[in-house]
């Protein structure tokens, strides 16, 4: 009897102990270091993911309590320079080492859907002796995150459209409808909700809605987007898909910007979601 409830007392330390151990401090090699306040139960991040996430941002003006609840704490909470809960404003981004606040990635793998972790991101994996606007140089960096959904990111292909479909309107615009949509036809003042992928025409991708899994809504023909956008979607019912082949002209003209050269044409296929 008394060999039982021996062994019941080491399970238990044991149970005790390993459980401690999941919400433990874990340094890495880096320096960065980060605590798992609360563990998920769904997949885990890996790199490539899309992942969506709330988050807080503190800068560390003293490294006392680190890994308690700084939005408790009036003297550590002033430090607060972001919080997309507050505004009700999810991230979603595809998890590189890049793509999130520098220094970070290390911190974000291995989280499960549902967890919450803070991590404390050193100067020199942040912004070091630069700094960048509301961090100072030569800060640590405090993030809280919430992984609210992980999935395997979106690529997207360039379209195969039927060449005899192709159109070409008097200012330039080439464009082919290559599905039907049955709903109203867009007009000047909507506000249209899209999905778009655009290519150079060497075949090189230079920005996706698809990707990011966000539609893009704006007004239409107002001149918010490049006129080669306004005149197109003109064309299109809602539920369309559609290729433009945008000239110069009609794009961005002789603005070099930062993927796309100056006077190139440009190549979108566009989904018109929904027109308001």
């Known amino acids: ?13 044991v149970s005790f102990f390993g459980c401690g151990n999941k919400n433990s401090v874990v340094t890495l090699d880096s320096g960065l270091m980060f ?9 885990e991040v890996q790199r490539d993911d899309m992942i969506t996430v709330h988050y807080k941002i503190w800068i560390v003006k003293d490294s006392t309590s680190l890994f308690s609840d700084w939005t408790k704490d009036v003297m550590k909470n002033i430090y607060m320079i972001a919080d997309t809960k507050a505004r009700n404003q999810p991230v979603k981004f595809v998890l590189t080492k890049n793509s999130f606040i520098k220094g970070s990635y290390e911190g974000l793998l291995g989280m499960q859907t549902g967890g919450r972790r803070t ?3 050193p100067s020199e994996l942040a912004y070091g002796k630069e700094g960048m606007r509301e961090i100072p140089p030569d800060t640590d960096i405090k993030i809280a995150v919430e992984l609210l959904d992980v999935k395997d990111k979106i690529v997207a292909a360039m379209w ?3 060449t005899s479909l192709y159109k070409t309107t008097e200012s330039g615009l080439t464009y082919a409808i290559i ?3 049955d709903g109203a036809t867009a007009d000047s003042g909507d506000v249209v909700t899209v999905n778009y ?7 090189t991708k230079f920005d996706s809605s698809v990707e990011r899994d966000e539609s893009f809504s704006f007004l239409l023909g107002i001149g918010q987007i490049m006129p080669g956008w306004d005149e ?3 064309l299109m019912r809602k539920g369309s898909k559609a290729r433009f082949v945008i000239p110069p002209g009609l794009a961005y003209g002789e603005l070099d910007l930062k993927n796309i050269p100056a006077n190139s044409t440009l190549i979108f296929d566009i989904e018109l979601l929904d027109i308001q």
């Open 1 to 13: 009897m008394k060999k039982i409830i021996s062994l019941i007392v080491i399970l238990a330390l």
């Open 35 to 43: 605590k798992d306040d609360s563990l998920g139960t769904g997949r």
């Open 119 to 121: 991590i404390i991101v």
């Open 160 to 162: 195969n459209v039927d």
């Open 179 to 181: 599905k039907e949509g």
């Open 197 to 203: 992928t655009g290519y150079l025409v060497n075949g």
């Open 232 to 234: 197109g979607i003109m």
